[in-house]
């Protein structure tokens, strides 16, 4: 059964810190990884992080130097280190596989930073 479940966000402050979670079971990931994406109100969603298959790094400009994602294989954990956090991002923060598939979205996490 697939399964993607996301978890950590919450309300902060404008420069403040969060780490959200992506526990994931079920899932097939190529060579492309996996993501977290982010869906602001009223805007598309968007890729802002990626871990490929390999191990590399890829982010969005806006979330550059900011963001870290990383990721436990033995626990199929995936995790999305966010510092510096800026208004811009408040979003609900999904984790799917890279490109995504319309089957395996979650229910996302809310990130709200307050300026």
């Known amino acids: 059964q697939v399964q993607l479940v996301e978890s950590g966000g919450g309300l902060v402050q404008a420069g403040g810190s969060l780490r959200l979670s992506c526990a994931a079971s079920?899932?097939?990931?190529?060579?492309?990884?996996m993501g977290w994406y982010r869906q602001p109100p009223g805007k598309q969603r968007e890729l802002v992080a990626q871990i490929t298959s390999r191990g590399s790094t890829n982010y969005a400009d806006s979330v550059k130097g900011r963001f870290t994602i990383s990721r436990d294989n033995a626990k199929k954990m995936y995790y999305l280190q966010m510092n510096s956090l800026k208004p811009e991002d408040t979003a609900v923060y999904y984790c799917n596989v890279v490109p995504n598939r319309l089957d395996y979205w979650g229910q996302g996490t809310q990130v709200t930073v307050s300026s």
């Open positions: 079920g899932i097939i990931i190529t060579a492309g990884g």
